[in-house]
């Protein structure tokens, strides 16, 4: 019994020691893994970085009205395309699609076709010719 306690307190002492606030005697350092703080990380660079440490700099700045004044507040919080209201925004392209149809069949048939009068007729893009 003597012997389990001894070595008890010897593991606990090298425990102990590798902690990373071992050195500081009024502080405790949580070494537990947030989990909710683990899903905000992102798992690689986002695109217009280059660097861990520029991506984070950006993340730093604050754009929030109480940090910043009004007049720059709506130049960084403007998004990159703006559309006047009501204009109609063209899809890129117009597929006739079955829905009872599976996937592998339709990824399989690179062309469409539109029964029409029984001739097939090519899939048409939207301002194009059919």
């Known amino acids: 019994m003597l012997k389990k306690h001894e070595d ?3 593991k606990r002492a090298e425990a ?24 905000l990380h992102t798992k ?7 660097s861990k440490e520029v991506f984070e700099q950006s ?6 009205p109480e940090f910043n004044p009004a007049t720059a507040i ?7 395309v703006v559309k006047k209201p009501g204009v109609i925004i063209k899809p890129m392209e117009f ?13 399989g ?9 029984g001739k097939p007729v090519k899939k048409a893009k939207v301002g194009g010719k059919k």
Do not use: C, Y
């Open 8 to 10: 008890a307190q010897k």
């Open 16 to 39: 102990l020691k590798k902690r990373k606030d071992a050195q500081l005697k009024t502080v405790i350092i949580s070494e537990k893994i947030d989990k909710k703080a683990e899903k």
């Open 44 to 50: 690689s660079l986002p695109f217009p970085f280059t």
């Open 59 to 64: 993340m730093r700045v604050p754009i929030g």
């Open 74 to 80: 709506g130049p960084l919080n403007q998004p990159e």
């Open 95 to 107: 597929e006739d699609v079955n829905p009872h149809e599976k996937s592998e069949q339709r990824s």
């Open 109 to 117: 048939d690179k062309r469409k076709f539109k029964k029409t009068s």
